[in-house]
């Protein structure tokens, strides 16, 4: 074995000293399939051969913890394609004599092995071992046509060639069995970046994907020969449009109390000079520019503030009962008033600082934000709350935390 390796070798270093560009084009093209023909003939010898050192157990002889470890380091490979060979020459063992026969002859890639082993034992399992032989026949066959991608995709009907009378009822065995692992793998995580930007990332399950793109593909075509943005963008720009349209519906869950919405802050003089920069309601700046145009959308409801900071004008929208006393909140507290709290608006209640049954009236001088732990907390009597002179909520400590008592601020939620 180590002569004729040797002799390939030798032959393959010689072909690299051969003048290519002499060669005419159909000699190119049979070259490059001779090429790819060894090269997968290759692939199975050196699969035999760690295959063989795997089963001695070479490498722990020779003090490494593993055979994939003694192949990093003797190949030089990383550490995931180690293991890929390791896991691939023992694939060998369980894999029917026909495939080895197509890898060792050049007519399938180890891709395309990995597929049909896989696709064989599906068969196996659902229609027997005599329809799993005649799978084999059929996808060594595929393979000399189509690529391991498509491969694995034709073999999702393999059953309608091999054993058509449990092809249906398998199926819908793989069909279920997808939508069990959809449902559990279904997951989208958003994560805030320190310049207020959000990461999304995540998994859909086929309904959820199908929803999406029908939503976001007819807002991803270029709007024009003018139209620069890379494709990327434009799905982002769709997907920003969407959740446009879906809050103008009116129809989201309340969020906090509130129905979902955007609450820009900024100056009255800013807004209309052009001048002034604005802040979202989760403490994010935007430019002059941004707030403006956010300001002529009538699904997005502007709120100005005096020179005090206090709310000026909180708007209206004809479907809100108490969300203008809301959005002023908002406006005021930031988010969770209790000291040293970092919840923001969205998370939070209103509480009526003289409860409700005690007459206490529904308005902003009567009223805080207060996250669900901290509600609950002053509900229990040991803290109080009231508003300072300049309007602002403040609390006042049980003595037997502080005997003096001396009121405190949330200084996280500052919004000048």
Same mark, same amino acid.
């Given at each position: 074995?180590?002569?004729?390796?040797?002799? =390939?070798?030798?032959?393959?270093?010689?072909?690299?000293?051969?003048?290519?560009?002499? =060669?005419?084009?159909?000699?190119?093209?049979?070259?490059?399939?001779?090429?790819?023909?060894?090269?997968?003939?290759?692939?199975?010898?050196?699969?035999?051969?760690?295959?063989?050192?795997?089963?001695?157990?070479? =490498?722990?002889?020779?003090?490494?913890?593993?055979?994939?470890?003694?192949?990093?380091?003797?190949?030089?490979?990383?550490?995931?394609?180690?293991?890929?060979?390791?896991?691939? &020459?023992?694939?060998?063992?369980?894999?029917?004599?026909?495939?080895?026969?197509?890898?060792?002859?050049?007519?399938?890639?180890?891709?395309?092995?990995?597929?049909?082993?896989?696709?064989?034992?599906?068969? %196996?399992?659902?229609?027997?071992?005599?329809?799993?032989?005649?799978?084999?026949?059929?996808? +060594?066959?595929?393979?000399?046509?189509?690529?391991?991608?498509?491969?694995?995709?034709?073999?999702?009907?393999?059953?309608? #060639?091999? =054993?058509? @009378?449990?092809?249906?009822?398998?199926?819908?065995?793989?069909?279920?069995?997808?939508?069990?692992?959809?449902?559990?793998?279904?997951?989208?995580?958003?994560? @805030?970046?320190?310049?207020?930007?959000?990461?999304?990332?995540?998994?859909?399950?086929? @309904?959820?994907?199908?929803?999406?793109?029908?939503?976001?593909?007819?807002?991803?075509?270029?709007?024009?020969?003018?139209?620069?943005?890379?494709?990327?963008?434009?799905?982002?720009?769709?997907?920003?449009?969407?959740?446009?349209?879906?809050?103008?519906?009116?129809?989201?869950?309340?969020?906090?109390?509130?129905?979902?919405?955007?609450?820009?802050?900024?100056? /009255?003089?800013?807004?209309?000079?052009?001048?002034?920069?604005?802040?979202?309601?989760?403490?994010?700046?935007?430019?002059?520019?941004?707030?403006?145009?956010?300001?002529?959308?009538?699904?997005?409801?502007?709120? +100005?503030?005096?020179?005090?900071?206090?709310?000026?004008?909180?708007?209206?929208?004809?479907?809100?009962?108490?969300?203008?006393?809301?959005?002023?909140?908002?406006?005021?507290?930031?988010?969770?008033?209790?000291?040293?709290?970092?919840?923001?608006?969205?998370?939070?209640?209103?509480?009526?600082?003289? %409860?409700?049954?005690?007459?206490?009236?529904?308005?902003? &001088?009567?009223?805080?934000?207060?996250?669900? #732990?901290?509600?609950?907390?002053?509900?229990?009597?040991?803290?109080?709350?009231?508003?300072?002179?300049?309007?602002?909520?403040?609390?006042?400590?049980?003595?037997?935390?502080?005997?003096?008592?001396?009121?405190?601020?949330?200084? /996280? #939620?500052?919004?000048?």
């Amino acid at each position: 074995m180590i002569d004729a390796l040797a002799q =390939a070798e030798a032959a393959v270093a010689a072909c690299l000293d051969r003048a290519t560009w002499a =060669a005419d084009e159909q000699d190119l093209v049979a070259a490059l399939d001779a090429a790819h023909r060894l090269e997968q003939r290759l692939a199975a010898v050196k699969l035999t051969l760690v295959r063989e050192l795997d089963g001695r157990g070479t =490498a722990t002889a020779q003090g490494a913890s593993s055979t994939a470890v003694w192949l990093r380091d003797r190949l030089r490979l990383g550490v995931g394609a180690a293991r890929r060979l390791v896991e691939l &020459a023992a694939l060998l063992d369980a894999t029917p004599a026909g495939v080895r026969d197509a890898l060792a002859g050049g007519a399938v890639t180890v891709e395309q092995v990995q597929v049909i082993a896989d696709t064989v034992k599906t068969v %196996h399992s659902a229609a027997g071992a005599e329809a799993a032989d005649k799978a084999v026949g059929v996808l +060594v066959d595929w393979a000399t046509q189509f690529d391991a991608v498509l491969l694995r995709k034709l073999g999702t009907r393999i059953l309608d #060639h091999v =054993a058509p @009378e449990v092809a249906d009822a398998a199926a819908e065995a793989v069909l279920r069995a997808q939508e069990a692992r959809e449902a559990r793998d279904r997951h989208v995580t958003v994560s @805030e970046q320190p310049d207020g930007r959000l990461r999304l990332s995540g998994v859909l399950d086929t @309904e959820a994907a199908a929803l999406l793109r029908a939503a976001i593909d007819p807002l991803t075509t270029p709007s024009g020969q003018d139209d620069t943005r890379a494709a990327g963008q434009r799905r982002h720009d769709a997907l920003a449009d969407v959740c446009r349209l879906a809050l103008r519906t009116g129809d989201l869950p309340e969020n906090g109390g509130d129905v979902a919405q955007i609450v820009v802050t900024t100056s /009255y003089d800013g807004l209309t000079r052009l001048l002034g920069t604005g802040t979202l309601d989760l403490g994010q700046q935007l430019t002059p520019e941004a707030v403006r145009r956010l300001a002529c959308d009538a699904a997005i409801l502007p709120a +100005v503030l005096g020179g005090a900071g206090q709310p000026l004008d909180v708007g209206r929208q004809r479907r809100l009962i108490s969300g203008p006393l809301r959005r002023a909140l908002v406006l005021r507290d930031g988010g969770c008033a209790f000291p040293g709290c970092d919840r923001p608006p969205r998370w939070c209640d209103g509480h009526h600082i003289r %409860h409700w049954a005690d007459g206490g009236d529904t308005s902003v &001088a009567n009223a805080v934000l207060l996250c669900g #732990h901290h509600h609950r907390h002053i509900h229990r009597g040991d803290w109080a709350v009231r508003l300072g002179g300049d309007g602002h909520p403040e609390f006042v400590p049980p003595a037997w935390l502080d005997p003096d008592q001396l009121p405190r601020r949330n200084h /996280y #939620h500052r919004r000048r």
